[in-house]
Structure formats: structure tokens, C-alpha cells
């Protein structure tokens, strides 16, 4: 294939991701030229708002409102979407493919969504997807599961895959900062989501989630297939008290397959982890991947999972690729095709240990009647502490429990709410266990 003289390089939204990837471009031009084996221009760029000011210089002629002018440039190779959504994203994302160009995208929610759409299209039209940048920022989860990984299967995959939930729960923990103090700074930082409540509700790190099960197990599961809940609701006081059971909480992000029956259950929701587990230890905007395989053991990946410099490096990589790919080099099939061996775990297959903190009368006899609701659904209590509440008469009851099941501590939880000791209704996270 004669080599072209520059690659050109069409950009979907010139947002936080996008001014990051074009700025290092820009200033590297040398020394990615060199590593790339060509030159690159920047020949168009599609944005919402013409007027808006960037801190990246483009020339305002290869600015357009319109984004089928990037789309339906032939002479763009590489179109980089990097303006989110699922609506806009996707429909430009196929017209591009079906013009055989190659795309690379850093939007994970039309991933989980469309995912087996994009590829399907990719495929048939002779163009290619790039979407490293969809999971863990900076870590290159996806190669290493697809390319240095490509032994094994995957039991266990968990991890932190939210930056912007991570930076909160530790600046809440260190600090006491508010809520909202703490997420204002995450915008200003260029962590969150558009949709901020993806981030904060947990969805985000679903979309993540389920991409890595696809490329692990070659089955998509769908958010409405998960469990999910994200961190409202978590309070200082469940740091401290987690602090006290030798746990720090995080919201974790995981997909375990039973090999045995062939069940996959992926989930999202803040967990209290123990402070041997090495994600436990992982802070701020750092994401933390750790991946089991048969063949391999075990083994974790830290590094900046959302911001602008960390996303664009793995935005980078994927464009290098792009250029190897219309070069020639072979495109690998994004999963194994064995996906339609595996199927969703039922939610009575799954069991867990779990943190419950009450607030309860402080008086004699609410401990037997608290343990008395908990037996009734068949719950054994692991570990229970008493704290001090700021309202006289009343005390926090934390507990920890052996494993049981969700619909036990269900049905234990709506019990609980009826009694009268229990003021409101028992706040209830997971114990995450990679071991089980
Ligand atoms: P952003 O700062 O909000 O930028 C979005 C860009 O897309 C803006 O330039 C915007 O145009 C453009 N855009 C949005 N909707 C549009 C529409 N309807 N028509 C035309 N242009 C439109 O977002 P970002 O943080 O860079 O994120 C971009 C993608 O990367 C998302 O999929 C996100 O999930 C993903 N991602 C982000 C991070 C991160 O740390 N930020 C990390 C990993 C992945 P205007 O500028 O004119 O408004
Ligand atoms: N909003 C995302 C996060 C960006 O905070 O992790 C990185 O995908």
C-alpha cells in the first residue's frame, strides 16, 4: 500500500479530551512523527459551540459546526470522537465507519450501549475502532487484557474504574470536605462526566465494566443487567467506622465468572475493602484494575483514570494504532466469539458479607431484637460495634455479617425499617472479597 505523506486526523468535539490529545500532537510533532513513521495533520474539527474559547490554537477555518463535514471528509483517515453521548456520538460514529475510515473513541457509555453495533459496522466496511481511552484514563487496560493477557481467562476482574468517585471518597475521608465542595473541583479538574450523575450513581463505571466483560468473556451485559448503586448516601462516619474493621471504602467495579456453571455477574457499588487488598490503597483520581487469569495469577494496574493529559495519552496510543492499522497491520477481532457460552448469574447465586450501620435506640434489649430480626432471615452477625451518636438517646450499631445472601439482607433490611428501635432505615454496603 503506497504510503499517504501525512495522516489526517478529523476531530468529533474539542472538549477537555480532545484539547489534550491535539495539544501533545501539537507540541510532540517530532518526536510522534518519528514514532508513528509519519507526519499527521489536523485537517477538521466538529463542535457544538464555534464561538466558545479553547486553550488549544486551531485555526478557525478548520472549525465547523457541522460534523458530517468531518465525517464526510475523504480525505480524513482517523476521526477521533471525543464529544460523549450516545445519541449524536453514535450516529457519527457509523456514518464515519461506513465511509471505511477508522475511529477512535474515548466514549464508553455508546460502547456498552452500541458496542456490538460499532463493530459489526467496522467490520463489514473495511474500517477499524480504537477505544482504549474508554476504560482507566491512562492504565492501557485493554491492551494488556487483549494482547499481553491473550492466555488466559478471567475469573476475577475488580477494580476502581471511576476517577472522579475515588477523588471524592478521598478527599471526604481526608479532609471532610463536603460533597459539593469536592465535586466543583473534579469539574474544574475535568473529571466528570457531562452527565455528572453517571459518575456519581455509578454508571459510568458500569459502561467501564461492562466493556471489560465483553473483551474478557465475549458477552455484552447491559446496565440494566447489573447491580448498581453509586456513593450518595456514604457519610464520614462509614469511613471511620470502616477504618475500625481494618476496610477503607470504595466504589468497586467488577465481573466474576463461575467456570463451573458458566455464570457472569458484573456489578458496581461501594464496597468496604480490606486495607490488605492493594485497590484499597489507591486514591484520589487513580484507577486501580486488577485482573485474575488462570494462567497468569493475579495482577493490578495502577494509574490516572480520568483527566485530561492521562485520557489523551491513551487516546495517542490508539491513534498510533490506527496508523500501524493503515499501514497494513492486521486488526485483532476486539473479543472471542465464545460469548454466547456464558450467561447472567440470577441474583439468589450471589452472596456476599455485609456492613450495616443503624441508628438505634440506646437502650436495653434493641441489640436482642436487632439480632433476632437478622436470624430470622438466616443472617450471622461477623463483628458489631456500638458508637457514640451526637443525638442523646441514641447510638450508631454497626455490624458486619458472615456471607449471605442480597434477598436475605432485602427482606432483613425491610424488616429492620418496620422495627421500632431502628430509627429510618440500616445504610448497607458489600464487603468486597476477592478470594471467594
Ligand atoms: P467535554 O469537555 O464535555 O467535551 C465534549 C466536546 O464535544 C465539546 O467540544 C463539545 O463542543 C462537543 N460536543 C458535545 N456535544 C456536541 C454536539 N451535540 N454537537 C457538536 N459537538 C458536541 O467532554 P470530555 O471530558 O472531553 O469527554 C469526551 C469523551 O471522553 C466522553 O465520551 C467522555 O466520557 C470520555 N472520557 C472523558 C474523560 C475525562 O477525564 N474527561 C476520560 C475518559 C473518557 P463544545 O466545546 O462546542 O461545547
Ligand atoms: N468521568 C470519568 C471518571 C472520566 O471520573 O472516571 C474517565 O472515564
New binding site residues.
Given amino acids: 500500500m503506497p504510503l499517504k505523506k501525512k495522516i489526517k486526523i478529523g476531530f ?7 484539547q489534550g490529545v491535539w495539544k501533545h500532537l501539537d507540541k510532540n510533532r517530532r518526536e510522534m512523527s518519528s514514532r508513528f513513521g509519519i507526519d499527521y495533520e489536523l485537517s477538521r474539527v ?5 464561538s ?1 474559547k ?1 486553550d488549544v490554537k486551531i485555526p478557525p477555518s478548520k472549525m465547523t ?1 457541522d ?1 458530517y463535514e468531518v465525517v464526510n471528509d475523504p480525505s480524513i483517515d482517523i476521526v477521533c470522537e ?4 450516545t445519541g ?2 453514535f450516529e457519527m460514529t457509523i456514518a464515519a465507519l461506513k465511509r471505511g475510515k477508522i475511529v477512535v ?6 460502547i456498552c450501549e452500541r458496542g456490538a453495533e460499532i463493530f459489526e459496522t467496522a467490520r463489514k466496511f473495511g474500517g477499524a475502532y480504537f477505544f482504549e ?2 476504560v482507566a ?1 491512562g492504565i492501557p487496560v485493554i491492551k494488556i487484557l487483549r494482547e499481553g493477557l491473550v492466555a488466559n481467562r478471567f475469573p476475577l476482574i475488580y477494580g476502581i474504574l471511576n ?1 472522579t468517585c475515588n477523588y471524592i471518597l478521598t478527599r471526604m475521608e481526608r479532609e471532610n470536605a463536603s460533597f459539593e465542595t469536592i465535586l466543583s473541583d473534579a469539574r474544574r479538574l ?5 452527565d455528572e450523575s453517571l459518575d456519581i450513581d455509578g454508571f ?1 463505571a458500569a459502561h467501564k465494566i461492562s466493556i471489560l466483560t465483553y473483551l474478557a468473556h465475549g458477552a455484552w451485559v447491559r446496565t440494566k443487567d447489573m447491580l448498581i448503586s453509586g456513593i450518595r448516601g456514604i457519610q464520614l462516619e462509614d469511613m471511620l467506622f470502616a477504618r475500625d474493621f481494618d476496610c477503607k471504602i470504595k466504589l468497586i467495579a467488577s465481573v466474576r465468572k463461575n467456570e463451573k456453571t458458566n455464570a457472569i455477574f458484573a456489578s458496581v457499588y461501594p464496597a468496604l475493602l480490606p486495607l490488605t487488598d492493594v485497590v484499597a490503597n489507591v486514591n484520589e483520581v487513580y484507577n486501580a484494575v486488577s485482573l485474575t487469569g488462570d494462567v497468569v495469577g493475579h495482577t493490578v494496574y495502577i494509574g490516572r483514570g ?3 493529559d ?2 489523551a495519552s491513551a487516546v495517542i496510543a490508539d491513534i498510533a494504532d490506527a496508523i500501524r492499522y493503515k499501514q497494513g497491520a492486521p486488526m485483532r477481532p476486539p473479543a472471542s466469539e465464545l460469548g454466547s457460552d456464558v450467561r447472567l448469574a440470577h441474583l439468589d447465586e450471589i452472596s456476599a458479607r455485609f456492613y450495616l450501620r443503624l441508628e438505634v435506640k440506646d437502650a436495653a434489649g434493641v441489640l436482642a431484637k436487632i439480632a433476632a430480626i437478622l436470624a430470622r432471615q438466616n443472617i450471622s452477625i461477623a463483628l458489631l460495634r456500638q458508637y457514640k451518636h451526637e443525638t442523646p438517646g441514641r447510638a450508631w450499631l454497626v455490624l458486619t455479617t458472615h456471607e449471605t445472601t442480597e434477598s436475605d439482607i432485602k427482606n432483613a433490611c425491610a424488616e429492620l425499617k418496620k422495627s421500632s428501635v431502628v430509627k429510618g432505615s440500616a445504610f448497607v454496603l458489600r464487603i468486597f472479597s476477592s478470594v471467594k
Fill in positions: 468529533l468535539g474539542m472538549g477537555t479530551v480532545a466538529g463542535v457544538r459551540d464555534l466558545k479553547r459546526g460534523l471525543l464529544m460523549g453521548g449524536l456520538a473513541s474515548a466514549n464508553k457509555a455508546v481511552a474508554s484514563g476517577g475535568g473529571y466528570v462526566e457531562a459510568d480520568a483527566g485530561q492521562a485520557t
